[in-house]
């Protein structure tokens, strides 16, 4: 191939990847199971699978941090860690360095 058809091929598999990490996106958020959400968007289980597992393959390679959507659980006070008999509550506002230094903390236990 030449270096204009490289490139075209490039952007194309990076314009769907791009495509298919929001469908997954859209999946999750959607609150519904994957092949619901697969069956009303027309879109074969079996696609979404594959686009899932090369998106994971990707980040890995690029050695990236994935967003992952968690659901919102009601009653929730926060995070909590037990850790040598020790109970830590920490409020889901915790930023990663809180986090990070309370995990050291407990390390040493």
Same mark, same amino acid.
């Given at each position: 191939?030449? #270096?204009?058809? @490289?490139?075209? $091929? *490039?952007? #194309? $598999? @990076?314009?769907?990847?791009?495509?298919?990490?929001? &469908?997954?996106?859209?999946?999750?958020?959607?609150?519904?199971?994957? /092949?619901?959400?697969? &069956?009303?968007? =027309?879109?074969?289980?079996?696609?979404? %699978?594959? %686009?899932?597992?090369?998106? &994971? *393959?990707?980040?890995?390679?690029? #050695?990236?941090?994935?967003?992952? *959507?968690?659901? /919102? $659980?009601? =009653?929730?006070?926060?995070?909590?860690? *037990?850790?040598?008999?020790? @109970?830590? @509550?920490?409020?889901?506002?915790?930023?990663?360095?809180?986090?990070?230094?309370?995990?050291?903390?407990? /390390?040493?236990?």
């Amino acid at each position: 191939m030449n #270096k204009i058809t @490289t490139a075209i $091929t *490039e952007i #194309k $598999t @990076t314009v769907s990847m791009e495509q298919w990490q929001q &469908r997954i996106m859209d999946c999750q958020q959607s609150g519904m199971s994957i /092949k619901a959400w697969c &069956r009303e968007n =027309g879109i074969a289980a079996s696609s979404y %699978y594959h %686009y899932l597992r090369k998106i &994971r *393959e990707n980040m890995l390679q690029e #050695k990236q941090i994935v967003p992952v *959507e968690l659901p /919102k $659980t009601t =009653g929730s006070s926060g995070i909590r860690i *037990e850790s040598c008999g020790i @109970t830590v @509550t920490l409020p889901e506002s915790v930023t990663a360095e809180q986090l990070t230094a309370v995990l050291s903390a407990l /390390k040493s236990c």
